[in-house]
């Protein structure tokens, strides 16, 4: 089995109430006094109360166009990714040039070389490190990132392999766009970042931390309009259908069975639901057909409140909050849990 050496999440510095970054919007973004007042009542459902952004608010007025924002992706996630990824390392007790494999992932810019590249390059990996770039996962990447950390170490039993997730969502947010996707997204999505460190069962610190011992995929048919981006001259323009919240309730229950059953387990044993804050009625979602309740998914809730939902990176930021948390006994198991674009869930079995 994997163990889970270190899970590290990181924020810009720039943080916001929820109430500026709605007036931020409106002047950016709605051209009229009534579709700004649709759009506060969006941000206000979202319970969200403060995020992060990539930028100093006042520079969001330079951002026209695609090319300005891609370029200021470059610099912050670069930053960002570096910060988390060293953090994670020295929580581990390991330094860079131990990584054998590092994988990164992020939606909300464009990047060749890839981020894991100008990480690697920056903080000192090793020029033989294995590089993975993962594009396209959105959401579900900080789970799956996990699944297939683990698929790689089953391999090389040895290694040291590391995920890093940037997602600098504020940066893709569209002007003159006033489609409720966009004004949902707008109240919702946030900035940060995210890095884990796992090692192989043969490794020397693989006795300390969680174990992931299995992992579920499930693409869900029919369902390419429910999350993702449409690409065009202005950028990435967010795709949010309204049908995400049933096809969790449609699904979920099965695809959790899946992962448990084989292991002899069921909902009850499960001591730690480690879940993505998609938003709150995905997580009510969640709750409703797992038979959770809110203290259940009490970090996955104080995430969505402090930080908004980082894409990626949210799932391991509620990760992290859990280790740093009430200690895990010998024996409890968890579940990571994240949902996104294609549609699908990944679903992450642990053990401590």
């Keep these: ?141 900080g789970a799956a990132g996990i699944a297939r950390l683990h698929d790689f170490l089953r391999g090389w039993p040895t290694a040291v392999a590391m995920l890093v997730s940037v997602e600098l969502c504020s940066l893709t947010v569209q002007r003159q766009d006033s489609s409720a996707a966009n004004m949902i997204a707008s109240g919702l999505f946030g900035d940060g970042a995210a890095a884990v460190v796992a090692v192989g069962d043969d490794h020397l610190i693989a006795a300390t931390g969680p174990r992931v011992v299995d992992s579920v995929s499930h693409l869900y048919e029919n369902s390419e309009r429910a999350m993702g981006w449409d690409i065009g001259s202005t950028g990435l323009k967010v795709v949010l259908g309204a049908e995400v919240p049933d096809l969790v309730h449609k699904y979920l229950a099965e695809d959790v069975k899946h992962l448990l059953a084989p292991h002899g387990l069921e909902i009850d044993d499960i001591a730690r639901w480690i879940c993505h804050p998609g938003g709150p009625k995905v997580i009510e979602a969640i709750q409703s057909v797992l038979g959770l309740d809110e203290n259940d998914l009490a970090m996955t809730w104080r995430s969505l409140g402090q930080i908004g939902n980082l894409s990626s990176a949210s799932v391991l930021h509620v990760f992290a909050d859990t280790l740093a948390g009430r200690p895990a006994s010998t024996g409890d198991w968890g579940v990571v849990m994240a949902m996104g674009p294609g549609f699908c869930a990944e679903l992450v079995l642990l053990r401590w």
């Design 1 to 141: 089995m994997t163990t889970i050496s270190a899970v590290r999440g990181v924020l810009p510095p720039h943080r916001y109430p929820q109430a500026q970054l709605t007036e931020l919007f409106g002047r950016l973004c709605l051209p009229d006094r009534a579709t700004r007042a649709v759009a506060n009542r969006f941000h206000t459902s979202a319970r969200v109360a403060t995020r992060h952004l990539a930028l100093p608010i006042e520079r969001y007025d330079e951002l026209d166009g695609f090319t300005a924002a891609n370029d200021a992706f470059l610099s912050a996630a670069v930053d960002l990714g570096c910060e988390a990824a060293l953090a994670a390392l020295a929580d581990a007790g390991l330094t860079p040039s131990d990584v054998d494999l590092v994988m990164s992932t992020t939606v909300t810019g464009i990047a060749v070389p890839s981020l894991d590249a100008r990480i690697a390059s920056r903080i000192g990996m090793r020029p033989d490190v294995k590089r993975l770039p993962i594009v396209g996962l959105g959401c579900l990447a």
